[in-house]
Each structure stands twice: as structure tokens, then as C-alpha cells.
């Protein structure tokens, strides 16, 4: 029997994924939840055979859960379903080695499929998100410089940045400016919306 713990935000989602996994003979969800935390709770009480991780999930996203496992040394494979193509998250997940990462517009047939390969050893990834590793594309931000357009993307001002960074407001400012001329843009506004499209922040 594969044991596996849901984590996934939307309700009407979450029941229908766990449903239909519950008709394969050899599937068995121990645990279904909403964000990050509960995420990593029901790892380490259930120890499943497979996390299914969406990324945009309260708490932790599914990509910082993943870390966490991974650093815990918890024995869990991880399947990190999305409906983002975003290249900085399939980055990310391809770092982590997590062992699959699905769109969720997939056929269930598809997901039932993979989570079966998964347990056997193998790396399942979604057809069309093939070419996204092909033209892999660097983030060039520093993490501070990520950090900082996080917290600008928060709605913090610079002043509050700065204050919770422990910098002054000019460094502050340095690092929006940096980030600004990386990404090729011409405010804090569009950096941070470039940044969040590639998945970098």
C-alpha cells in the first residue's frame, strides 16, 4: 500500500484528489491538508510513502516544505503539483530533487501513473514543462536582493524593510536599485512582478 499525505489549499481540490486516489487498490491518503506547516506535521507523525505538495499553499509553499523534508532526512518522495510553469520554481524543485513535478491540468490516469513510478525510483515531470529545463534561465538576484523584493511585494515600505533586515534605508535602496537594473525594468513595481513571473521570489 502507498501512503501518502495531500496538501492543497483548495478545498473542492483537495476532496476530489483524495477521492479519486482512494478508488486505486493500492493508494492510501493518511492525511489531507492546507498549508505548509500542517504539511510538514503529517510527514514527520504519518512517515507516507509520498507527499503530494501544491506550491501556492499558506505557511510554506510546497517548494519549502520539500526543503524541509529533505533537511530532516525524512524518507518521503515528493510530487509537487502546480499551475504555474514558472521556471524558477521548476528550478528549484529540480535542486531539491524532489522526485516529481506535475501541472494539475494532467488526466488523474497521469498522477495515479507517476506516484507509481515515484515509489519504484523514477522522476516523473509534466510533458509540457520539458522544454522550460531545456532553456533553463539563471535568476540572477542575490538572496538578499530577494529578500528585499519579497518584502517590497508585501506592501512594505523601504523604511520598513530596512527596519525588519536590520540595514539602513539607503542599503535598502542599493538592493531595489540592483534588482531593478537585473531584471530590466524600470521601477520596484515591474521588478517585482518580473521576478514573481519567473518565480524567483
Not at 506516484?115 to 538572496?143: M, Y
Request: with cysteine; proline share 3%.
Amino acid at each position: 500500500m502507498i501512503r501518502i499525505v495531500i496538501a492543497e489549499d483548495q478545498k473542492m481540490l483537495r476532496g476530489a484528489l483524495t477521492s479519486l486516489l482512494q478508488l486505486e487498490d493500492d493508494l492510501e491518503v493518511v492525511a489531507q491538508v492546507t498549508d505548509g506547516e500542517e504539511a510538514l506535521d503529517a510527514v514527520e507523525k504519518h512517515r507516507p510513502d509520498l507527499c503530494l505538495l501544491d506550491i501556492e499553499i499558506p505557511k510554506m509553499t510546497g517548494l519549502e516544505v520539500a526543503e524541509k523534508v529533505r533537511e530532516k532526512g525524512l524518507p518521503s518522495k515528493i510530487i509537487i503539483v502546480t499551475t504555474f510553469t514558472r521556471p524558477g520554481y521548476l528550478q528549484k524543485a529540480m535542486e531539491l530533487k524532489v522526485e516529481g513535478y506535475l501541472l494539475k491540468d494532467e488526466p488523474i490516469d497521469f498522477l495515479v501513473d507517476a506516484i507509481r513510478s515515484v515509489v519504484k525510483g523514477q522522476r516523473v515531470i509534466s510533458t509540457d514543462l520539458a522544454p522550460i529545463l531545456f532553456n533553463r534561465e539563471e535568476n540572477p538576484l542575490t538572496e538578499r536582493e530577494q529578500e528585499v523584493l519579497r518584502l517590497a511585494a508585501e506592501g512594505e515600505t523601504t523604511a520598513q524593510i530596512a527596519n525588519n533586515l536590520f540595514l539602513s534605508k539607503g542599503t535598502v535602496r542599493n538592493y531595489l536599485s540592483t534588482a531593478i537594473q537585473k531584471m530590466g525594468v524600470v521601477s520596484r513595481y515591474r521588478a517585482i512582478q518580473k521576478a514573481q513571473e519567473k518565480g524567483w521570489i
